[in-house]
């Protein structure tokens, strides 16, 4: 059984294409996910509810330069969409930071895909309510990933989620599972330099 982690084949050889470059990303204030085909990352970061202005910026700014730096060049972002239905501190900021990484991305010419908090649940698990313990869970068994964070584990789906889409799944899903893919937002994707 091969693993996201082991080595990637050449680039276009006589025996095919290489892979697709894939991100995904689970963007957050506290800890942003991000999986690539060198593995998972956390930016994690801390703020308070009294931060300034110029402190939440430069927050922001933090997270949106480290995301972009970690992803690089992809053929395809896969970005956890928005939770209408959070409540909560830091809506705007959430908000803000979502479209600051977006931004980011789209400027690079990055197709970008919004995949739903209940689709990653469901490519996961089979099930679009699963909390994250059992994504996270779901992830390391498939995967043979090692998650320490469950923001990992959800970019890790959201990065699974993008290959398959392009057909070149990381691994075998149930067709329920499958079924997740079409409640995103897919890309028209212009011709990728294989």
Not at 37 to 51: E, K, Q, W
Not at 64 to 84: F, I, Q, R
Not at 91 to 113: K, M, Q
Request: include cysteine; charge should be positive.
């Amino acid at each position: 059984m091969t693993t996201l982690f082991d080595a990637a084949p050449a680039a276009t050889t006589a025996a095919g294409p290489r892979p697709y470059r894939v991100a995904g990303l689970d963007i957050s204030l506290t800890g942003t996910g991000i999986a690539t085909l060198g593995g998972t990352t956390r930016v994690p970061t801390t703020g308070r509810r009294r931060d300034t202005i110029v402190q939440r910026r430069a927050r922001m700014r933090h997270i949106t330069e480290t995301v972009l730096t970690e992803v690089g060049h992809v053929d395809l972002a896969c970005v956890e969409g928005p939770s209408h239905h959070s409540v909560g501190g830091s809506v705007w900021d959430r908000g803000g930071l979502w479209w600051l990484i977006v931004d980011g991305l789209c400027a690079r010419d990055i197709p970008v895909a919004v995949i739903p908090p209940t689709s990653r649940a469901k490519y996961a698990t089979g099930k679009g309510n699963s909390r994250k313990a059992v994504v996270m869970h779901a992830a390391q068994s498939r995967y043979g990933a090692i998650l320490p964070t469950d923001d990992e584990a959800d970019a890790l789906i959201l990065r699974a989620m993008g290959l398959h889409h392009l057909g070149q799944p990381l691994a075998e899903v149930p067709d329920g599972h499958r079924a997740a893919l079409a409640g995103c937002q897919w890309p028209d994707l212009p011709e990728v330099a294989r």
